[in-house]
């Protein structure tokens, strides 16, 4: 079987376990690291460690009755997502007690010698360096193996079963069950759109689509929900700066994607700007989008506003939830 099939399906699949690795594994790693080759942080708040064994509860259920991440058949998502997974220790340990199909699914890609011949000495060094070098770990070293996890009060087993990830939105098409809105959005294009034009099936336009795709995914989103997420399990209302300056490292590198065209991918609008717009205009319950900062991307946001359905969709809530949250803080930022 082909590492990327052709079948839509699988594909969509494939694509929904890639964004779940960007957007929620890597961003994991990169809140505890980042700070540290940034900044030289050395300590590694708890929430941090929490969050990377949630999303190790997650990929233990997507491992619960197949060998690889999409089925039987190793494909991208294990390939992508493996090396991923193998630098966490840097941050928490993972028990084959408590996640056996993850150690086991690890194990068996380190088992492919090319896999292994790339990843598992740099991986090691990766670790090791960092564990060097914390000089505090979450609230104590024996605390790695717990996290914290939130029961949402309208979990359901039928929805779980349907989505273990328990976010919005899920599609069923005919038996077809995906989330994730980017991995959703191209399988719906793909199978049912008249035209091309939104996810061109030219291989190059399609690859940059994607590229922009998963930097919503993992830069500008975990920018949001680093932020966000606090406040929605916790009640915490005091933002650090650093989570600001996160999010303002997002800001910088999308006017560099949209300095020479009307839109993320080009002079058409595609899926890239259609997932990306509602983050972006949703960061400002963070930071302010400033004109004379960012004039670039405040063209961009105006220009998707003045698409009728677009503006219909996403202007009333996020203003409603830039809003809300603006008037929940006590301290924001330094």
């Avoid at 969509?12 to 957007?23: H, P, Y």
């Avoid at 941050?91 to 194990?107: E, F, G, M, R």
């Avoid at 989330?179 to 294009?189: E, F, M, P, R, T």
């Avoid at 035209?195 to 995914?217: C, G, H, M, T, W």
Wanted: charged share 20%; aromatic share 10%; glycine share 6%.
């Amino acid at each position: 079987m082909s590492c990327i099939p052709r079948d839509l399906a699988k594909r969509a699949i494939i694509n929904q376990r890639l964004f779940f690795d960007a957007s929620v594994i890597y961003a994991s790693i990169a809140n505890v690291s980042g700070p540290f080759w940034i900044n030289g942080v050395t300590e590694v708040p708890q929430e941090k460690l929490d969050a990377i064994h949630r999303g190790l509860k997650l990929l233990e259920t997507f491992l619960g009755n197949s060998p690889y991440l999409a089925g039987d058949s190793l494909t991208l998502a294990d390939l992508s997502t493996g090396p991923t997974v193998s630098a966490l220790p840097a941050a928490v340990d993972i028990d084959p007690a408590t996640y056996p199909k993850v150690t086991a699914w690890l194990d068996r890609l380190n088992q492919l010698p090319y896999y292994k011949e790339i990843n598992e000495a740099p991986a090691q060094s990766y670790v090791a360096f960092l564990r060097s070098k914390w000089t505090k770990l979450g609230d104590k070293l024996q605390s790695l193996r717990k996290s914290r996890q939130t029961d949402p009060e309208d979990s359901s087993e039928d929805f779980l079963k349907k989505n273990p990830q328990h976010t919005v939105p899920v599609l069923d098409d005919n038996g077809t069950l995906l989330w994730d809105s980017h991995a959703i959005a191209a399988y719906l294009v793909d199978k049912y759109a008249k035209s091309d034009e939104l996810y061109p099936k030219d291989l190059v336009k399609r690859a940059i689509i994607n590229q922009r795709l998963f930097f919503e995914a993992s830069a500008i989103f975990p920018g949001l929900i680093n932020v966000v997420g606090p406040f929605w399990t916790t009640g915490c209302t005091v933002v650090p700066q650093e989570k600001l300056d996160s999010i303002h490292r997002g800001l910088k590198i999308l006017e560099t994607f949209l300095s020479s065209s009307s839109y993320l991918v080009g002079d058409s609008l595609t899926l890239a700007d259609l997932l990306s717009g509602p983050t972006v205009s949703a960061l400002r319950a963070a930071v302010d989008i400033e004109p004379v900062e960012y004039p670039k991307v405040c063209a961009w946001l105006d220009r998707l506003n003045q698409i009728p359905y677009y503006k219909a969709i996403n202007e009333g809530p996020v203003q409603g939830y830039v809003a809300f949250l603006r008037s929940k803080w006590t301290k924001l930022g330094a």
